[in-house]
């Protein structure tokens, strides 16, 4: 999971020209400017762009996931990858020949936002390959299918001293990872930019108990999460079908990630929601037993109405 995506798209570099150097120099002053506290997750409501796409050449993407099995993902640019924010989502993407469902896997570091670049599969089921780019209407999907039940790797180097982890199959954004080693309490965690939750003072031996929140306030749990790093630990849980409600519009801080041995590259308001909980062991047949839990009140969540920033605010 140490190679990423390459900085530039094959396609993008021939399609795109002078549009290439003008892109680069925009993230460069966006990064120079501390751009980061502009980006956003693409929202939920439908926001029109274009679409390239990129082959991954034997590489992964910096969300640090496996390739999906159908083939149908998508990178960001640096405001709506988010710092990693988006990993694991859905969007749904319309183009000229129809609509495809793609799953947040890489960022793309020369597109502006409203330029996604698609996997070359994904691009030939809404346009015509030889064309290059393509107009596109996207936007976020809420409580999407999944292929699996939630799998948790831990990485490689993590000890009971440093804990990071990968957790996949979540569906929605992500709002907080929270671990417990044994019968000990739970810690917070903190996301980086390649998509693993990290715990830099570690979470003890394990064998641990992970709660997962998304940005709707639904929750799952599982446990039995062994220190095993590099393995894909695999489970039933699944977190989606719960509330569609984002219950606070305050923006969760992007604490600075310890440095590692690998680096990767709201809607309206409504009436609070109940969040859905699980439990399972990390089996590949494990069972869930759902119960009702609330959202921690203290949860800071992901305004998706502020996924496309003012100009002047940036």
Request: include cysteine.
């Amino acid at each position: 999971m140490s190679a990423h995506r390459s900085a530039f798209s094959a396609r993008w570099l021939a399609a795109g020209g002078a549009a290439v150097l003008a892109g680069i120099l925009g993230v460069a002053m966006l990064l120079t400017n501390g751009g980061s506290a502009c980006a956003a997750p693409p929202g939920t409501t439908q926001k029109s762009g274009k679409a390239t796409f990129y082959d991954l050449a034997g590489t992964s993407g910096n969300c640090s996931l496996e390739v999906p099995a159908d083939d149908l993902y998508v990178a960001l640019g640096p405001s709506e990858y988010s710092a990693g924010a988006s990993c694991g989502a859905y969007l749904d993407v319309t183009g000229p020949k129809g609509k495809v469902r793609v799953k947040v896997f890489d960022s793309c570091p020369e597109c502006p936002a409203g330029h996604i670049d698609l996997s070359r599969t994904a691009f030939k089921k809404i346009g015509a390959e030889i064309d290059g780019i393509i107009p596109i209407k996207y936007k976020l999907v809420t409580n999407p299918a999944t292929p699996a039940g939630i799998s948790v790797r831990i990485k490689e180097g993590a000890s009971q001293y440093w804990f990071a982890a990968r957790i996949d199959n979540h569906a929605n954004l992500l709002s907080k990872v929270q671990v417990a080693s044994g019968g000990g309490s739970f810690k917070s965690a903190h996301r980086t930019d390649y998509n693993y939750w990290l715990i830099d003072a570690g979470a003890g031996s394990g064998p641990y108990k992970i709660k997962i929140t998304d940005v709707y306030g639904n929750t799952a749990t599982v446990t039995g999460v062994k220190m095993s790093p590099g393995t894909v630990q695999k489970t039933s849980t699944r977190i989606t079908g719960g509330s569609t409600t984002v219950t606070t519009v305050e923006k969760a801080a992007t604490p600075t990630a310890k440095a590692t041995t690998s680096t990767p590259a709201k809607a309206a308001k409504s009436a609070p929601p109940s969040a859905a909980a699980t439990s399972a062991a990390p089996l590949p047949e494990s069972a869930t037993a759902p119960s009702a839990e609330a959202p921690a009140a203290d949860q800071p969540l992901v305004d998706l109405a502020a996924a496309e920033p003012a100009p002047s605010s940036c």
